[in-house]
């Protein structure tokens, strides 16, 4: 008759089983080809608060001017926190896949600011999510006191308008919803700033807010001028004359839609969010660009944006469109880290291939780690 196991041993089973059990629910958050659909299976830690200085004037006493009310009396809090002109309003999508680079975000701006309390958040999210009050919750649950809404997004809107590009994840009907903000928001909501889920801001994001767009410009972005221009629209593109003459007499640079400030005003009354359309309806017939939601923007505004200095968006740190390879910050000062390309800092921080700036994303992350005794 064989000999009983030992104890030790049979703890030692139990704990290789308990780990091995983590490991398969570990595998089990993945990215889904379809960010709508994706259950939210990570957990966050509640972020400190953090307090307006002396100086940061009342979001909740001012309003703007043209916010119609039929009974004055019911207007609430909420409302004039929505509307307020003293408000610095930040715009970003929200979904489970880029989840934790959200969490992120929000975090650094609320850290580096110097009213927290004075930022409101607009997230937009896909109107066909299943999990949408868990978004609502995520948020809430780790940022009790900011001030944000949720609005959602019919992904039918513009997926009859997509085109394949050189990556999958560029192809999510969310990622146009940038096109769409003037729609979206509140007629109140003026002047918006845009922030991609996958950076973090080190700087105080009233700056970037304060950027001044002159007499006619809709929106501001670094510019980077000696990128090769040509690169973002096909050979078809560039051989037609009657396409190709679109830049004539502006002096058209690349610049990178993740960091945006947009005058809601000016593009409502400039109907831009048509003007992207039809140049996406242009692309279904004829392929004149490869990458996603930027190449419209590119065609609509390119040589008629106002500038902003290179510091408010050390963008590509996630590599290219195909391998995310490291890359090093460009030459100058930092405001704010954005690691646009196929590389995410969380993914390659939790398969142990990080690279050296993911470091600087670190700090900004929520994530729980596997069995938290956090409540």
């Given at each position: 008759?064989?000999?009983?196991?030992?104890?030790?041993?049979?703890?030692?089973?139990?704990?290789?089983?308990?780990?091995?059990?983590?490991?398969?629910?570990?595998?089990?958050?993945?990215?889904?080809?379809?960010?709508?659909?994706?259950?939210i299976s990570q957990q966050f830690k509640e972020a400190p608060k953090?307090?307006?200085?002396?100086?940061?004037?009342?979001?909740?006493?001012?309003?703007?001017?043209?916010?119609?009310?039929?009974?004055?009396?019911?207007?609430?809090?909420?409302?004039?926190?929505?509307?307020?002109?003293?408000?610095?309003?930040?715009?970003?999508?929200?979904?489970?896949?880029?989840?934790?680079?959200?969490?992120?975000?929000?975090?650094?701006?609320?850290?580096?600011?110097?009213?927290?309390?004075?930022?409101?958040?607009?997230?937009?999210?896909?109107?066909?999510?299943?999990?949408?009050?868990?978004?609502?919750?995520?948020?809430?649950?780790?940022?009790?006191?900011?001030?944000?809404?949720?609005?959602?997004?019919?992904?039918?809107?513009?997926?009859?308008?997509?085109?394949?590009?050189?990556?999958?994840?560029?192809?999510?009907?969310?990622?146009?919803?940038?096109?769409?903000?003037?729609?979206?928001?509140?007629?109140?909501?003026?002047?918006?700033?845009?922030?991609?889920?996958?950076?973090?801001?080190?700087?105080?994001?009233?700056?970037?807010?304060?950027?001044?767009?002159?007499?006619?410009?809709?929106?501001?972005?670094?510019?980077?001028?000696?990128?090769?221009?040509?690169?973002?629209?096909?050979?078809?593109?560039?051989?037609?004359?009657?396409?190709?003459?679109?830049?004539?007499?502006?002096?058209?640079?690349?610049?990178?839609?993740?960091?945006?400030?947009?005058?809601?005003?000016?593009?409502?009354?400039?109907?831009?969010?048509?003007?992207?359309?039809?140049?996406?309806?242009?692309?279904?017939?004829?392929?004149?660009?490869?990458?996603?939601?930027?190449?419209?923007?590119?065609?609509?505004?390119?040589?008629?944006?106002?500038?902003?200095?290179?510091?408010?968006?050390?963008?590509?740190?996630?590599?290219?469109?195909?391998?995310?390879?490291?890359?090093?910050?460009?030459?100058?000062?930092?405001?704010?880290?954005?690691?646009?390309?196929?590389?995410?800092?969380?993914?390659?921080?939790?398969?142990?291939?990080?690279?050296?700036?993911?470091?600087?994303?670190?700090?900004?992350?929520?994530?729980?780690?596997?069995?938290?005794?956090?409540?």
């Open positions: 008759m064989p000999r009983p196991l030992p104890k030790i041993f049979l703890v030692l089973s139990l704990y290789i089983l308990i780990l091995a059990a983590a490991a398969a629910a570990a595998a089990t958050i993945v990215v889904s080809a379809d960010p709508a659909t994706t259950p953090f307090y307006n200085s002396l100086k940061c004037p009342s979001i909740t006493e001012n309003r703007n001017s043209d916010v119609e009310h039929e009974n004055e009396n019911e207007e609430n809090d909420d409302d004039r926190v929505l509307c307020s002109e003293n408000a610095v309003h930040v715009a970003m999508t929200l979904d489970a896949a880029y989840i934790r680079g959200s969490m992120a975000a929000v975090l650094s701006v609320l850290q580096h600011t110097s009213c927290p309390q004075n930022t409101v958040f607009h997230f937009v999210a896909s109107a066909t999510a299943s999990n949408a009050s868990l978004l609502r919750a995520t948020i809430a649950g780790s940022f009790p006191y900011l001030n944000f809404e949720i609005y959602p997004f019919q992904d039918s809107a513009v997926a009859g308008l997509i085109s394949t590009s050189i990556r999958s994840a560029l192809d999510c009907p969310l990622n146009y919803a940038r096109s769409y903000l003037a729609d979206l928001l509140p007629p109140c909501v003026k002047k918006v700033v845009y922030l991609d889920s996958d950076l973090v801001l080190v700087d105080d994001i009233a700056k970037l807010a304060a950027t001044p767009l002159g007499d006619s410009s809709v929106l501001a972005a670094p510019e980077y001028c000696n990128a090769n221009f040509t690169f973002y629209f096909t050979p078809s593109f560039w051989s037609n004359p009657s396409l190709s003459l679109t830049f004539a007499n502006r002096k058209a640079c690349y610049f990178n839609t993740g960091v945006m400030v947009i005058d809601l005003e000016r593009w409502r009354d400039g109907d831009y969010t048509t003007k992207i359309e039809e140049w996406m309806e242009l692309q279904k017939r004829m392929r004149i660009y490869e990458l996603g939601s930027l190449p419209p923007f590119l065609l609509v505004f390119a040589g008629n944006i106002a500038p902003v200095d290179h510091r408010w968006n050390q963008h590509g740190l996630g590599g290219d469109n195909y391998r995310g390879l490291c890359r090093d910050l460009h030459p100058g000062p930092v405001s704010l880290l954005h690691w646009s390309g196929k590389g995410k800092p969380w993914a390659r921080l939790d398969a142990s291939r990080p690279c050296p700036l993911d470091a600087l994303w670190a700090p900004y992350d929520l994530l729980k780690p596997p069995f938290s005794f956090d409540s």
